[in-house]
């Protein structure tokens, strides 16, 4: 049916539509950045957020199925579209709390796909709001209409996005019936995408916990309960351990001292053989004076006002490893991993047995 055979109403539709294409385009504009504003203040990331307006053709092609259910374009609630994609499914009721904040909410209209329970269901399980923006959130004086059109926010995660991807590029659901084999195949499937979709807010929930729990011994001093791992690594950082002994060698000269990352020492500490924070919380207590020694002989020929935070977490190693037999060779392992493998570490090795063989520490 060419355009010219179309109904009266169904004409009148088209031009309003046509008419609204800049407010249609300004809602695209704006809705992708006030959600993201709204989603950095709650500290949610979400994969991404897509965007459409219905194009003519497809508008064409819902008003010849139902164009008489409507008055006029307002009553059309999808002609812009929202996809808000997430990493986790617990985010997607976040996303969605966010929405009911910003936005006016046609609960009549919208749709929890999420209960529904049948077990091909899996990536049609989107929570589907049919949203209008309140002035209080958006307003744009060119574009009035902006406040008056409905809009269409779909929220999923990403599995759940990739699952209908696959299931429209495979002719799944499109009423077209398939061999039972392969839709078998693809329930299962479902299923499997399903719970990996929960296994993964399960496990994000218990490191959640795991952290928190990190924290609680760090602060009670709890430490050898807490075994030597990245997080427990960075909470004990974060109560700055070094920092005495960093103050105490930057004295020498009165420096100052520039703060650098400690991060690149943990798998220094791995290597020597620790296990829990507690044993980097016993080389503070045993090997600061033998550091501070060290520190002594480096800065006493130099002239250095500035001085990194990381001569008190190397001297320290320095130490532990000269004290325990580990040598040149252990000296050259902890600068490769510290600088990365090169012949100037062996040299460096050779320079920090030199100037350590009678410092006080070493011969006790």
């Not at 203040?41 to 307006?53: D, F, L, N």
């Not at 002609?79 to 985010?91: A, C, E, K, P």
């Not at 409905?150 to 299931?167: C, D, I, K, P, S």
């Not at 990194?308 to 580990?326: D, E, F, H, R, W």
């Amino acid at each position: 049916m060419s355009k010219e055979h179309l109904d009266p109403h169904t004409q009148e539709l088209l031009a309003q539509y046509k008419a609204l294409l800049p407010v249609f385009s300004r809602m695209t504009e704006a809705l992708p950045e006030k959600l993201k504003e709204f989603f950095e203040e709650a500290g949610i990331i979400v994969a991404s957020i897509e965007h459409r307006i219905k194009t003519e053709e497809s508008l064409i092609g819902k008003l010849k199925l139902k164009g008489d259910k409507y008055r006029d374009i307002f009553d059309i609630t999808d002609i812009v579209g929202l996809r808000v994609i997430t990493f986790y499914i617990d985010d997607v009721g976040k996303v969605a709390a966010i929405a009911e904040r910003l936005f006016d909410i046609d609960w009549e209209n919208s749709i929890d796909k999420r209960k529904i329970h049948e077990i091909d269901s899996f990536g049609y399980l989107s929570l589907h709001y049919i949203c209008r923006i309140p002035e209080s959130s958006f307003y744009d004086p060119e574009h009035p209409e902006v406040n008056k059109i409905r809009f269409e926010l779909q929220m999923r995660t990403v599995l759940q996005h990739a699952w209908a991807n696959m299931n429209h590029d495979t002719g799944y659901k499109s009423g077209v019936e398939i061999p039972k084999v392969y839709l078998r195949n693809l329930s299962r499937l479902a299923g499997m995408l399903e719970l990996v979709d929960d296994e993964f807010s399960r496990i994000r929930h218990e490191l959640s916990d795991y952290r928190r729990k990190v924290q609680q011994l760090v602060a009670s001093g709890n430490l050898d309960e807490l075994q030597l791992d990245g997080d427990s690594f960075k909470s004990f950082m974060s109560i700055g351990p070094f920092d005495g002994l960093s103050r105490r060698i930057a004295s020498i000269n009165q420096a100052e001292i520039q703060p650098v990352d400690p991060s690149p020492f943990l798998p220094v500490f791995i290597d020597m053989g620790f296990k829990t924070i507690g044993d980097i919380d016993s080389l503070i207590k045993n090997y600061s004076e033998a550091a501070y020694q060290i520190a002594c002989f480096q800065m006493g020929i130099t002239d250095l006002d500035i001085v990194s935070s990381s001569v008190a977490p190397q001297n320290l190693c320095t130490a532990y490893i000269l004290k325990n037999g580990g040598g040149r060779a252990g000296l050259k392992q902890m600068l490769d991993t510290l600088n990365g493998p090169s012949e100037s570490n062996e040299f460096m090795a050779d320079y920090l047995l030199e100037q350590t063989k009678d410092l006080p520490f070493m011969n006790k």
